[in-house]
């Protein structure tokens, strides 16, 4: 078989998957719709959504009205909490109306995978984080990756996943960034939206979350991010605004944070925030659905309500009796009520969850890690492959594995993105569920993978522990291939891009010193990083090749191994740019990182900060890095194939917005290249300091062949945000395109003209 036919092979089963899956509507209709009981007029389908929750709302009494606005307590989240009848332990409850046949909301955790399942006895896949996946630049993997999260929540009993994060990567060292899409508004906005639409398609209601500016963890629940309006709509609410517009999500989670957009100004919490909630989401991004406030994240009642909160979450102190009060003394009109459960309810019919609730079963665990495999197969990237190291043949006579339990294992991200790994922690084994902050490696082991990709080789394993031993090691080997690693969670950011210097079992492991004992050893040295996000490399120089695998699920090792040894050509491409250091970045700290709280939890008891994110404004990532004249140690977008493109041709057209040009498999093996399209404002906006991703195509190339693609290039990343009229306008004038691999190799050029 060809290169070419097994990469195909490989790449289509989950590709297919994703699209049957969205053209049929996978169950059948359940019994209760179809045998509609007499009086429930809401079970008539031809209804619009907005029609049925109205028709079941004039059957609601005041009390079942207000049981739709909040949660009933923390559920599964602490130990200490009481679950509610009807709730499945999951991270929310909402209490349904059952007399109505009205299903409760039983919430879900579900960044990279559905959380807290083993407490159930539950099997639950683990995907690559969603800023690798976002790499795979295919809209139709992160359908899929939705569409595995919508599954196997359905199969458990959930009717509504929490996931869905996009907030930008400003802050390179945030904790959360494995749960995001990366730098780019367009490009995260995409990926996101698309995991939400393969969430709902599986009659799951989605969400979309942390709305907004939760852009760091660092005193999340005081921290006042200041930004302008122009920049604001232009970065992280433009993520915010594609995402929203191609998934239509149920929900939108507001964040812990303070936000000071100016103008108008005023300083707010997100989730009483009336700019951000009321004019810029429901009435500029025309949002249907609701919104649900971060678990702990409401701190009014009257305040909260009319600046557009639907759904206080998790429990009920400003939104049960308080809001009832507020209701009855007018303080709150009755119609702001009813507008909340009306979004709640027709986000339910919107979303099939009454006409076709969850039935329970088992999980395919074998589906769910040949669909985590197939994701991970196009978002790890390579960085490095000097003097063509890989792909690796498999006639290879030794290769030493160092590090990272690589002999057992692969890393996963923590905080409310955790999944249970299945049989508990593959490398620190313990009964029971994972636990807070606990390091989760899962059972996929590289060097069993790698071993199976060179059957003839003696491949052996060395923990990295002691880089003069580890090197003494590699230095017999052939190939020596280092794993290094990087643990992220919610709750705390990185204090610097360094690779972490890790504790294994009571050893300091200095992981940069590792792998420059083991380069000095072996030549032929590869590094494969499982990271949160991007890292210093000052070792680059050093070695061969470098492998970015992030957190590459629980098909990781076998997609890793494919990958080095070339089975699957590596087509990820870097979501979010790798600094060369912490002080190339516009905040060379992490704001608020000196204050020193006892841990994230007690951030609450400092004084407010702010984090001044109009330093950059909507100069987020390889902007910031272009604008500023700083050459990243890797940019946005880059990523290495086993083959080479030639790029050709670039023409415009500038009334239906596309670019088209030619890219060729210019090497001898099949491969996938991104071909990305940036664009130059004009002069006259001011903002033509730098390029902005505006569309781009993954293209799959036999060896030789050439493909003339047209790329839409998506208005809103050619306009400006214009304050005074409140709308995305598109400047008149020349327009620079540039057509190329990545944010910095952009051979071709042509310009754009937008007439007056
Ligand atoms: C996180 C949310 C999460 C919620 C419920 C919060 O701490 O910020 O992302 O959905 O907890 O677990």
Redesign the pocket.
């Known amino acids: 078989m060809s290169s070419f036919q097994i990469f195909l092979r490989r790449a289509l089963p989950g590709a297919s998957a994703a699209f049957f899956a969205a053209a049929l509507c996978l169950a059948p209709p359940s019994a209760a719709a179809q045998n509609q009981p007499p009086g429930r007029p809401w079970m008539n389908k031809s209804l619009s959504p907005d029609q049925r929750a109205d028709l079941v709302m004039q059957q609601m009494t005041l009390d079942e009205k207000m049981n739709f606005v909040h949660g009933t307590g923390w559920n599964g989240?602490r130990p200490d909490a009481e679950i509610p009848k009807g709730s499945l332990g999951g991270?929310g409850y909402v209490v349904g109306v059952p007399r109505l046949g009205i299903p409760g909301i039983n919430m879900a955790?579900s960044a990279v995978g559905v959380r807290l399942a083993a407490q159930g006895g539950h099997y639950a896949t683990l995907l690559p984080s969603v800023l690798g996946a976002a790499c795979s630049w295919d809209p139709s993997a992160l359908f899929l990756y939705g569409d595995v999260i919508g599954r196997e929540l359905r199969d458990i009993g959930y009717n509504m996943s929490?996931g869905g994060g996009v907030d930008l990567m400003r802050e390179p060292r945030n904790g959360r960034n494995f749960e995001y899409a990366g730098e780019d508004p367009l490009l995260a906005g995409t990926m996101v939206g698309n995991l939400a639409k393969g969430v709902q398609s599986r009659q799951v209601m989605g969400d979309i979350?942390?709305y907004a500016f939760n852009d760091q963890e660092t005193g999340r629940t005081i921290v006042n991010a200041e930004i302008g309006q122009q920049a604001a709509r232009e970065s992280d609410l433009l993520g915010f605004q594609i995402a929203i517009g191609i998934a239509h999500p149920a929900g939108v989670?507001c964040s812990y944070n303070k936000d000071t957009v100016t103008p108008p100004g005023g300083t707010d919490w997100s989730c009483e925030n009336d700019y951000l909630l009321n004019q810029v989401l429901k009435k500029d991004f025309n949002f249907k659905g609701f919104v649900l406030s971060?678990?702990g994240g409401t701190h009014s009642t009257v305040h909260a309500a009319l600046s557009g909160l639907d759904q206080e979450q998790p429990g009920s102190q400003y939104f049960g009796d308080p809001l009832e009060q507020a209701v009855k003394s007018g303080q709150v009109p009755q119609s702001r009520l009813d507008d909340m459960v009306h979004r709640v309810l027709r986000s339910m019919f919107a979303n099939g969850v009454i006409d076709n609730p969850p039935v329970t079963q088992v999980p395919n665990p074998f589906q769910g890690r040949d669909d985590a495999e197939h994701i991970a197969d196009e978002s790890i990237v390579l960085l490095k492959n000097s003097g063509s190291i890989l792909p690796l043949s498999s006639s290879v006579q030794s290769i030493a594995i160092i590090g990272a339990h690589a002999d057992v294992a692969v890393l996963s991200g923590g905080g409310?993105a955790q999944v249970d790994s299945p049989g508990g922690n593959a490398v620190r084994p313990h009964p029971g569920a994972s636990y807070w902050n606990e390091h989760i490696w899962f059972p996929s082991s590289p060097l069993r993978e790698i071993r199976k990709q060179a059957p003839n080789a003696k491949i052996e394993f060395n923990p990295g522990t002691d880089p003069a031993a580890a090197a003494q090691f590699a230095a017999s080997s052939q190939i020596a291939i280092v794993f290094v690693s990087q643990w992220m969670s919610?709750g705390m950011d990185r204090p610097s891009l360094a690779l972490p210097v890790v504790d294994e079992n009571g050893t300091k492991v200095n992981q940069d010193a590792l792998v420059d004992a083991v380069a000095a050893a072996n030549p032929h040295t590869i590094v494969v990083l499982e990271t949160g996000g991007p890292v210093l490399m000052p070792w680059a120089d050093k070695v061969q090749g470098i492998l970015e695998a992030w957190y590459p699920g629980i098909g990781g090792a076998q997609s890793l191994a494919a990958i080095l040894f070339g089975q699957v050509d590596p087509s990820g491409r870097l979501s979010a740019t790798f600094p060369q250091s912490d002080d190339q970045l516009p905040h060379p700290k992490v704001p608020g990182i000196d204050l020193k709280p006892a841990s994230h939890r007690h951030f609450d008891e400092l004084p407010p900060f702010d984090a001044d994110y109009a330093a950059e404004g909507a100069r987020v990532g390889y902007k910031w890095f272009e604008s500023e004249n700083k050459t990243p140690l890797f940019p946005f977008g880059y990523g290495l194939s086993y083959t080479t493109y030639e790029f050709s041709g670039l023409t415009v057209d500038a009334s239906a917005h596309t670019a088209t040009f030619t890219v060729r498999n210019t090497g001898s093996v099949a491969g996938t290249e991104v071909a990305e399209v940036y664009a130059v404002l004009p002069a006259s906006t001011g903002e033509n300091a730098y390029r902005r991703l505006t569309g781009w195509d993954r293209v799959t190339l036999a060896p030789g062949e050439s493909k003339t693609v047209t790329v839409d290039m998506n208005p809103l990343t050619l306009s400006v945000f214009d304050v005074a009229k409140n709308a995305f306008t598109l400047p008149s004038g020349d327009y620079q395109i540039l057509a190329g691999s990545s944010s910095s190799d952009t051979p071709l050029t042509a310009t754009m003209h937008v007439a007056e």
Request: proline share 0%; net charge negative; charged share 35%.
């Open positions: 989240l991270a955790d929490i979350k942390h989670m971060d678990w409310s919610e």
